[in-house]
């Protein structure tokens, strides 16, 4: 997958590889988004992907990243991982008030529980400590057909091989779902 803009449109919206730093010419004032994954982990020892959708109040798509991680992990730390993507790319958007949305219950009630133990502590220790840093923040669990958007996000990085994140604008393949789910 390529990104491909009129120069109009870079000079509107930007689109990043995802290790690139984040530099975006529109000024954000920080509001009430909606934060939500997906995972994908392939049972042939390929790296694990995910997909983060921030959205805005209105349902719009305000950010994405699509990303490639560095190693296949199991589904559970896959989720866990692209919890904390989300909630990190939320914080580097300068967002104040939160609600992160996953399908994974068990990540969701380790964060809301405290669950520290196993393998996952360290991964929610750090969610906790970054969403700490919103002025408010959320976790709620939401049932996997909610998260159609982010599916093909993750999808898009295993079959690209590229990791992205989109700011301000969305990105085309998602485009008809997010639509559909803001009701438009």
């Given at each position: 997958?390529?990104?491909?803009?009129?120069?109009?449109q870079a000079e509107n919206s930007w689109v990043r590889q995802a290790h690139a730093p984040i530099v975006s010419p529109?000024?954000?004032?920080?509001?009430?988004?909606?934060?939500?994954?997906?995972?994908?982990?392939?049972?042939?020892?390929?790296?694990?992907?995910?997909?983060?959708?921030?959205?805005?109040?209105?349902?719009?798509?305000?950010?994405?990243?699509?990303?490639?991680?560095?190693?296949?992990?199991?589904?559970?730390?896959?989720?866990?991982?692209?919890?904390?993507?989300?909630?990190?790319?939320?914080?580097?958007?300068g967002i104040s008030h939160a609600i992160v949305e996953s399908d994974a219950l068990s990540i969701i009630q380790a964060?809301?529980?405290?669950?520290?133990?196993?393998?996952?502590?360290?991964?929610?220790?750090?969610?906790?400590?970054?969403?700490s840093s919103f002025s408010w923040c959320s976790f709620q669990h939401l049932k996997r057909s909610g998260n159609r958007?982010?599916?093909?996000?993750?999808?898009?990085?295993?079959?690209?091989?590229?990791?992205?994140?989109?700011?301000?604008?969305?990105?085309?393949?998602?485009?008809?779902?997010?639509?559909?789910?803001?009701?438009?």
């Open positions: 997958m390529q990104a491909k803009h009129s120069k109009a529109n000024t954000f004032s920080a509001q009430a988004v909606q934060l939500k994954h997906c995972v994908g982990v392939h049972v042939d020892g390929s790296p694990s992907c995910i997909g983060v959708a921030i959205r805005d109040y209105r349902g719009s798509l305000f950010a994405a990243s699509s990303k490639i991680l560095p190693a296949p992990f199991s589904v559970e730390i896959t989720e866990a991982l692209a919890l904390q993507e989300g909630v990190l790319l939320a914080l580097d958007l964060i809301t529980e405290g669950d520290l133990g196993g393998d996952l502590g360290h991964i929610v220790q750090n969610i906790k400590d970054i969403s958007a982010t599916h093909e996000l993750a999808r898009a990085a295993r079959i690209s091989g590229v990791s992205w994140v989109w700011e301000g604008v969305c990105p085309s393949f998602v485009e008809h779902i997010i639509i559909e789910d803001s009701g438009g």
